[in-house]
């Protein structure tokens, strides 16, 4: 399983893999959206993948995703 972690870092948001960052965002939804794209790239090879977005409310709605792909799997 690979789990890629949206986390808080001192100038913005970050997506990391690991104690690996992967690259920095200014913006949660610029990095919640870029880890979900390569969640479903990995899941696309037969690999298990999965996104964890630091200090997520469990109430809030998940986000809708206009990959009409995702939706088939």
């Not at 690996?20 to 610029?30: E, K």
């Not at 298990?48 to 709605?61: K, L, N, Q, Y």
Request: with cysteine; glycine share 2%.
């Amino acid at each position: 399983m690979i789990t890629f972690n949206v986390v808080r870092e001192q100038y913005g948001w970050a997506i990391r893999v690991d104690e690996r960052m992967i690259t920095p965002f200014w913006s949660r939804d610029l990095a919640i959206r870029e880890a979900n794209c390569l969640a479903r790239a990995i899941r696309c090879h037969g690999e298990c993948a999965e996104v964890i977005v630091e200090d997520a409310v469990p109430s809030e709605p998940l986000r809708k995703t206009t990959d009409k792909r995702s939706a088939a799997a």
